[in-house]
């Protein structure tokens, strides 16, 4: 069964470093999004991207982020300059149409731990 | 306001038994879709059950099934015959047309406990 994928699972970096976590969508998804969930805390929204630009943000995405479909299968989220409070588990997801047309399928996620 | 509540934090339950988890939401939007996914203390995401606003059936896979009341705004999980696997913790999840992709607002969890 065709799966989201994630690397790395586990990053550790230090506070101001740049990360670029990366996931590989279901193939014939068009629909692209990231989560995160602090430990112990409930899964939140991102961002999502349709047809290489972003289709919403939330206020937690800002400047420090970016996300890049950088060829037909890669879909990367970027933290340019990581803080503690960016440690938490990074989901992908993506869909075959928007939902609730279509079930989002979440990959195994990153998990972040900035020291 | 909460889009997705989930008023259990904890729940126990015997093996074979079934057990309810409870998930109301809030929206105004017609037209919308339920989620329900299962968090292992591995940590992914499993997709569970859906439910569209306009379903009129409740929704079952295997031995899951959706109790949807949209009158009450309710979308209760019920695991049948529960497994020690089945111990994870559970999230409900809805979208509606208010975004632009469908972005899921999920609730806080109910940590699902099976025991022997």
């Known amino acids: 069964e065709p799966e989201v994928t994630q690397t790395p699972s586990h990053q550790v970096t230090q506070m101001g470093q740049e990360v670029i976590l990366r996931c590989v969508p279901i193939?014939?998804?068009?629909?692209f999004y990231w989560y995160r969930q602090i430990l112990g805390q409930k899964v939140e929204f991102l961002v999502s991207?349709?047809?290489?630009?972003?289709?919403?943000k939330s206020e937690i995405f800002d400047d420090q982020f970016s996300v890049e479909r950088p060829d037909g299968s890669n879909f990367t989220l970027k933290i340019r300059s990581t803080k503690l409070e960016d440690s938490a588990m990074y989901f992908c997801?993506?869909?075959?149409?928007?939902?609730?047309?279509?079930?989002?399928?979440f990959g195994p996620g990153t998990r972040l731990t900035v020291t | 306001a909460q889009k997705i509540t989930q008023t259990q934090p904890g729940m126990f339950v015997q093996e074979k038994e079934a057990v309810t988890l409870d998930c109301t939401y809030d929206t105004s939007d017609p037209s919308y879709g339920l989620f329900w996914y299962k968090q292992p203390s591995s940590g992914e995401m499993i997709f569970l059950i859906y439910q569209g606003s306009y379903d009129q059936q409740n929704a079952t896979e295997g031995r899951y099934s959706l109790n949807f009341q949209k009158a009450r705004k309710s979308a209760n999980l019920v695991i049948s015959a529960s497994q020690l696997g089945d111990s994870a913790m559970y999230f409900c999840?809805?979208?509606?047309?208010?975004?632009?992709?469908?972005?899921?607002?999920f609730g806080r969890g109910t940590q699902l406990t099976v025991w022997p």
């Open positions: 991207f349709y047809n290489n630009e972003i289709s919403e």
């Open positions: 193939s014939n998804h068009l629909y």
């Open positions: 999840a809805i979208s509606d047309r208010g975004s632009t992709l469908g972005r899921l607002y």
């Open positions: 997801a993506s869909s075959e149409w928007v939902v609730p047309d279509a079930f989002e399928y």
